[in-house]
């Protein structure tokens, strides 16, 4: 069993700390190098899964073509979600870089491919299959961070478009489509805490101890 120094625990939190949900207007024109998606790989199929099921696929895009149909999904989706903030935040949501489709180095569709057969830890709780991919995808992020690589996590897309346009078997989910590629820089703070779209919830707010008053 590995045993892990102050040291390793502080650049864990380092790490934690300093990841960055990255958009396009951070991206430079530089390719991820091969042995770095590796170990973004590596550290999204070694992530727990319920049942030790990994029921997780990834799928590697690069081809321009394919990605600017992705985004047009985006566009069409981005409108739409337009309607829904008012006041202040209509003029700073328009304001907002919310992707980088096709400024990244690649993107990477990641599913939930369901088992046929029962799976332990998943029979009263289904959808803890789709948070063990969840768990692969925050083990992407972590590593692309301590490689200096930006990720952003699209979510403004219409899953089944995605599912279409790569050909997709019919029972998978697309749970994340992600953006990968080498920045000029990571902010200090998240993007929309600088911007006080929203503020940082203080700890003592969230934890609640033995059970909901």
């Known amino acids: ?4 120094t102050p040291e390793n625990i502080e650049t864990l939190e380092q790490i934690i700390l300093a990841r960055r949900d990255v958009r396009g207007n951070r991206f430079i024109d530089k390719a991820i190098a091969k042995a770095d998606l590796d170990k973004i790989l590596f550290a999204g199929v070694n992530a727990p899964s319920v049942g030790f099921s990994q029921p997780w696929e990834f799928v590697i895009i690069k081809d ?15 409108e739409k979600a337009k309607t829904l903030f008012k006041g202040k935040k209509t003029d700073a949501y328009t304001q907002l870089k919310l992707e980088g489709i096709v400024e990244s180095a690649l993107n990477i569709a990641v599913f939930y491919k369901p088992s ?26 972590l590593m692309a961070r ?14 089944d478009t995605v599912k279409t346009i790569l050909n997709a078997p019919n029972d ?14 990571f902010y200090k703070n998240p993007e929309l805490e600088q911007l006080q779209w929203e503020k940082r919830k203080n700890i003592n707010d969230v934890v609640i101890k033995e059970m909901y008053s």
């Open 64 to 78: 321009l073509e394919i990605r600017n149909k992705v985004k047009n999904s985006f566009f069409k989706e981005n």
């Open 116 to 141: 046929q057969h029962p799976v332990l830890g998943q029979t009263a709780m289904k959808e803890a299959g789709v948070y063990s991919v969840v768990c692969a995808i925050q083990n992407m992020w």
């Open 1 to 4: 069993m590995n045993k892990f």
């Open 146 to 159: 301590a490689l200096e690589i930006g990720l952003g996590w699209v979510s403004i897309v219409n899953p």
């Open 172 to 185: 998978r989910q697309l749970i994340g489509y992600l953006c990968l590629g080498h920045v000029d820089e």
